[in-house]
């Protein structure tokens, strides 16, 4: 009788470890999409900020050329 109950005791242990390494992989998984996620975002920022920025000097390349244009 006390064999059986060891032997089910290291069951419980064993499926008590795989959840746990289950888990551990889970949260894992889900750091890496969080983190995969915010370099999506940050990268569509950056893309972002240089297109505004390309924009503006283009303004500003236009305005200066209008100026050039008007005082001659």
Excluded: F, H, P, W
């Excluded at 008590?16 to 975002?41: F, P, T, Y």
């Excluded at 390309?54 to 303004?59: A, H, S, T, V, W």
């Amino acid at each position: 009788m006390g064999e059986y109950r060891d032997i089910e005791e290291e069951d419980r242990i064993k499926r008590g470890e795989k959840d746990m390494q289950r888990r551990k992989e889970e949260l894992r998984e889900r750091d890496r999409e969080k983190i995969n996620s915010q370099i999506a975002r940050e990268r569509e920022r950056e893309r972002r900020i240089a297109s505004e920025r390309e924009e503006n000097g283009l303004r500003k390349e236009i305005m200066r050329v209008k100026e050039r244009n008007s005082t001659m």
